[in-house]
């Protein structure tokens, strides 16, 4: 069991650094060993599909509102 002082750091420094937290998490899930790779494939998904409504709909409202929506 690791000692939660030490899972504190570990969160800490993951958060220091997002890009090399983003590039280990690549690197594990595209291994497939471990059991977080199921739930690091669909947190990149919704991140991914999530991007994709947000700009669709600020396209969406900007043209609704600028050819005159009521």
Known sequence: MTDPLD??????????HP???AKELEKEAE?????RTPLIAIGGI???VT??????LAIT????????GK
Do not use: H, R
Not at 7 to 16: F, G, N, Q, R, W
Not at 61 to 68: I, S
């Open 31 to 35: 291994e497939g060993s471990s059991a």
């Open 19 to 21: 890009i090399e937290t």
């Open 61 to 68: 409202m900007t043209l609704y509102f600028v050819y005159g």
């Open 46 to 48: 919704t991140i991914f």
């Open 7 to 16: 899972k504190a750091k570990e969160v800490v420094e993951s958060l220091e």
């Open 51 to 56: 991007v994709v409504v947000v700009i669709l």
